[in-house]
């Protein structure tokens, strides 16, 4: 890309956001253009006065009509820009992420909005989500193999998301061999990774930290067994059941856990690291589950694994009513001749990590409904004192929509909640101060008990 001399004249009453760090300007905002430029080119950022306040990229096609790249004059989105920028990237990653493979440029987070590229061992993924990124293609691939040096690079911008700013979808190799299946490594667990196939770049980095926080909850369970830990005679401590038995199973004191939409299976490959004595891993695609199946495999855990292809809300609504089933058969006078309906199932820790409900402002109504029911059954089937583990990776539904959502949910089951752990995406997606879009993912874990 050329420079230009090409002028954005803001409008005197728009909202200030780019002060405050925002890099989006929308149509609305602009009073007049000076000059001409291409689509995609770089332009000058001036307010109602004529002062200089940013350097984007344009598209007159696109509601989000510049995106801001930089706060003083550059010349290009040169090879020697994104290197530079790329150099940024991965002295961030080194400083506060300990895995090789992560989320190495998050768009807006870090100052290249419409780019993302995720490490999959020797492989980048990259994301091109806008038309000014999309003309960079090939400095971008430049940049990323002088600063990353990987042994191939491949394309996954088939997200719909490019048709606004009037793109077709593509995926491709760009760079070098790039195999269609790469093993990862997530804090000290292996991991397969389908680069091609396997949802947006491949797998969700953002949730790297929430696996890991849910370690004090696997353990700590034997005791509600019978199970208690006492001296023998020869002066070994040791588990012994109600009965006066030695336990020899290692995961006596683990957590029965509960995954629902569980993709690869990372939430269970981290219960069973931290010691969960039995989980449940479903979600409704056979191939996430078969790709889950093999990560369980791989990491030695397939004895306390068992995996279900289901709907997660038929799932947890079956479960619900077998449960309901169960405590009417215990009262008198009831017929117990009736077979149930089904088992009724309960956990001591329940996940959900559902994909985002609300995609539009229209939708947030849905989601509401769909954020309380899943919650609502799934709070039905924690144990007394159990924890619920719940995300939302819903940018238009609020954290404080969320939590209230939750409560509902919370309300109707019976139940009250402690909130143990609040969270957000992983330090590999920096999230800029005034930026609301890039605090999309919510992440909570409550303490269960009954209010009766």
């Known amino acids: 890309m050329t420079m230009n001399t090409a002028k954005i004249w803001l409008a005197r009453g728009r909202k200030k956001r780019l002060e405050q760090g925002h890099p989006w300007i929308y149509k609305s905002e602009i009073d007049k253009m000076e000059g001409t430029a291409e689509s995609g080119q770089l332009v000058e950022v001036v307010n109602h006065q004529g002062m200089y306040m940013a350097t984007g990229y344009w ?18 989105m040169s090879v020697e820009f994104f290197t530079e920028r790329f150099q940024q990237c991965a002295d961030y990653r080194r ?6 493979d992560c989320r190495l440029v998050y768009g807006e987070g870090d100052y290249l909005p419409g780019l993302t590229v995720d ?32 042994k191939g690079i491949y394309e996954r911008s088939d997200v719909g998301v490019r048709r ?24 000290g667990l292996h991991l397969e990774v389908d680069i091609a196939l396997g949802q947006k770049t491949g797998y969700f980095y953002d949730q790297r930290e929430n696996r890991a926080s849910i370690e004090p909850l696997m353990t700590g369970w034997g005791a509600r067994s019978g199970i208690q830990v006492e001296e023998q005679p020869t002066g070994q401590r040791l588990p012994v059941n ?38 449940t891993c479903l979600d409704v695609s056979e191939h996430a589950i078969e790709t889950a199946r093999r990560n369980v495999e791989r990491n030695g855990f397939s004895d306390r694994v068992e995996f279900v292809v289901a709907d997660a809300f038929d799932y947890l609504r079956t479960q619900s009513k077998g449960l309901e089933e169960r405590v ?19 956990w001591d820790v329940v996940i959900l990590d559902p994909p985002a409900f609300a995609k539009t402002k229209n939708a947030v109504a849905g989601a509401c409904r769909g954020y309380k029911d ?28 969320f939590l209230e959502t939750i409560q509902e949910a919370a309300a109707d089951a019976g139940k009250l909640l402690r909130l143990v752990e609040w969270r957000t995406a992983g330090k ?16 909570a874990i409550f303490e269960v008990r009954s209010r009766m």
């Not at 400083?95 to 090789?100: E, G, K, L, N, T």
Request: include cysteine; hydrophobic fraction near 40%; aromatic fraction near 8%.
């Open 59 to 76: 598209n007159p096609e696109s509601q989000i009509t510049v995106r801001i790249i930089a706060y003083k004059p550059i010349e290009a």
């Open 428 to 443: 590999d997606h920096p999230q800029l101060l005034g930026v609301s879009e890039g605090h999309y993912l919510k992440f």
């Open 119 to 150: 490490r999959f061992g020797e492989v980048l993924v990259i994301q091109l989500l806008t038309l000014g990124m999309d003309r960079c293609r090939d400095d971008i691939v430049a940049a990323l193999v002088q600063v990353f040096k990987p």
């Open 95 to 100: 400083r506060f992420v300990p895995d090789q």
């Open 328 to 346: 009417q058969r215990s009262k008198a006078g009831v017929d117990t001749s009736k077979p149930l309906s089904a088992v009724g199932r309960t």
């Open 374 to 401: 899943i919650n609502l059954q799934g709070l039905k089937l924690v144990n007394e004192g159990g924890y619920l583990v719940t995300a939302s990776c819903s940018y238009h539904m609020r954290p404080e929509l």
């Open 242 to 279: 109600a009965n006066g038995k030695i336990v020899t199973f290692p995961y006596w004191d683990g957590a029965t856990v509960l995954e629902c939409f569980a993709h690869t299976g990372s939430f269970t490959l981290h219960a069973c690291k931290y010691g969960a004595k039995r989980v």
């Open 164 to 187: 606004l700013e009037g793109l077709e979808e593509r995926t491709g190799v760009l760079y070098g061999d790039c195999p269609g299946i790469i093993e990862i490594e997530e804090n």
